[in-house]
């Protein structure tokens, strides 16, 4: 996958012109996995953001005395990792490769750049992370109720 | 002096006042809703005393609590930025008295003034994600209390 292409397809980037992408591009290194690799591991110190070029990821937590419990799976353009790389906080979940899996990783101080109140399109790079935010909070919260039905035996 | 605010907390003097002509206060008295799932998201809110419940009806019983937000918070704003509409109602817990910002002003400001959407928009992401991190936990904790009370 191009590394122009991914840019222009994922909404971490949406609304962006292309004429940025050039500043972007050598910020983007490459990263392929197996089946089962393991990209980054609950309670890790965060330290890039990752966009997915091919296959998928899974994102699992951990839940002590039960297992393991696959909170989502991701598709090329999808982006991962925003939230270690914010608050500087360690992981809150793995993220395992399937099938082929490449993706794309920034470097947390290189994205932090992008987001720097004097970068050109800090403020929309910030409201797509925001929305992505926004997306996770609502699924997040319709999990936890579905979860609650069941245990009602609904 | 809104400044105090968490969510203004990094706008200098001048935004903070094009934003404060903007809020006005609402008082609740405790046990009063604020806003329920479904509806249309028109303003967001900060606590300027006391506190509310966010949660979500399981079967007509208020049994998932979001969260429990103080003085100083701010709320609605999922609804404000995806424009889905309210994921879950807000109830004043205790009396209350909010500083209410209108959708339509608070977008006019931020299309205005990309320096104060910039701010507020930074703002808004430490809040969320400390958030998300909290109802993680939230959730773990739900299969843990599961398991032990089937045991």
Known sequence: ?154 | MIEKYYLFSLLNSREAALIEKRLFLKAYEAGTMIFEEGEVADAFFIIQKGEVEIFRYIREKPVQTVMTLKTGDFFGEVGIIDSKGRFANARAKTDLELLVLLRSDFERILGDHKKIRYKIYRSFIREMVIRLRRSDEAFKAFFKEVLHRDQ
């Open chain 1, 1 to 154: 996958m191009e590394k122009i292409e991914i840019l222009k397809q994922t909404d971490l980037f949406r609304g962006l012109p292309l004429s940025f992408f050039p500043t972007v591009i050598p910020l983007l290194e490459k990263k392929s996995f197996t089946e089962g690799g393991t990209i980054f591991q609950e309670g890790d110190v965060g330290e890039d953001i990752y966009i997915v070029g091919a296959g998928s990821v899974s994102i699992i937590v951990n839940i002590p005395e039960i297992g393991e419990e696959e909170v989502a799976i991701l598709k090329p353009y999808d982006f991962f990792g925003e939230m270690a790389i914010i608050d500087g906080d360690v992981r809150s979940a793995t993220a395992i490769a399937h099938k082929g899996t490449e993706v794309f990783k920034i470097r947390r101080n290189d994205f932090l750049s992008l987001i720097d109140e004097e970068a050109p399109y800090a403020t929309e790079i910030l409201e797509n992370i925001i929305l992505k935010l926004s997306i996770r909070i609502r699924s997040t919260s319709d999990k936890l109720n579905m979860f609650y039905l069941m245990d009602m035996g609904v």
